[in-house]
């Protein structure tokens, strides 16, 4: 089936820095989401994306968070600065369309900050 | 906002029982809903997605029942086998932007 795709697997870096998390979403999909997953806990949406804008983002989206997709390649969540509360499993999804439409979920990036 | 609780956390059940995995919301207005199996490693998998007109849902091997007077959704393996153990999730929709707002989580062990 369709599979969306995320780099890297493993990401481990100091307090305060930047990441980037990449998603290559299914092809032919129009909406991505980024979930986040703390160990042990609940998976929790972050934000979803449409036609270039945040559609959507809960209160977990903070303001060192930023999402973007240039020119229909990776789907990419940037934290700048880092904190140690960022550390989860984040989980990048796609959809044809929007709620009609089931996500499909890449494997998680393991976020961890030090 | 949307909360979802789902029980149980864990359940073990040897093969050819059946399993029975319960999630309740709160908001009225929720209209979609969807059940993900999850293999250590790997994705989330669809196993399947339930509009709120439908309250029977049959897959392979399993029936999901939606209940919207009491708003409980729950998935029903009818006869468990080994290849089954994963951890699975609810999740539930009611925006038109697609957030989904999931349980906690069940790990499901099935002994042979």
């Known amino acids: 089936g369709p599979k969306v795709l995320q780099i890297p697997s493993h990401q481990i870096i100091d307090m305060g820095q930047m990441v980037t998390l990449n998603c290559d979403p299914v092809?032919?999909?129009?909406?991505f989401y980024w979930y986040k997953q703390i160990l042990g806990q609940q998976m929790e949406f972050l934000v979803n994306f449409y036609n270039g804008k945040v559609m959507e983002k809960s209160k977990l989206f903070k303001d060192q968070f930023s999402v973007e997709r240039p020119d229909g390649s990776y789907f990419t969540l940037k934290i700048q600065p880092t904190a140690l509360e960022d550390s989860a499993v984040y989980f990048c999804?796609?959809?044809?369309?929007?709620?009609?439409?089931?996500?499909?979920f890449g494997p998680g990036t393991r976020l961890t900050v030090l | 906002g949307e909360q979802v609780e789902q029980r149980p956390p864990h359940l073990s059940v040897r093969e050819g029982d059946s399993a029975v995995i319960t999630c309740t919301y709160t908001?009225?207005?929720?209209?979609?809903f969807f059940w993900y199996k999850q293999e250590p490693g790997a994705s989330l998998q669809l196993l399947m997605k339930v509009f709120s007109s439908t309250e029977i849902n049959e897959g392979q091997g399993f029936t999901v029942l939606l209940n919207k007077k009491d708003k409980r959704l729950s998935l029903n393996l009818t006869a468990a086998h080994p290849g089954d153990s994963a951890a699975y999730f609810c999740?539930?929709?009611?925006?038109?932007?697609?957030?989904?707002?999931f349980g906690d989580g069940t790990v499901l062990t099935v002994k042979p």
């Open positions: 908001d009225p207005n929720s209209y979609y």
């Open positions: 999740a539930v929709s009611n925006t038109n932007t697609g957030k989904l707002t």
């Open positions: 092809s032919n999909h129009l909406y």
């Open positions: 999804a796609s959809s044809f369309r929007d709620s009609l439409y089931e996500q499909y």
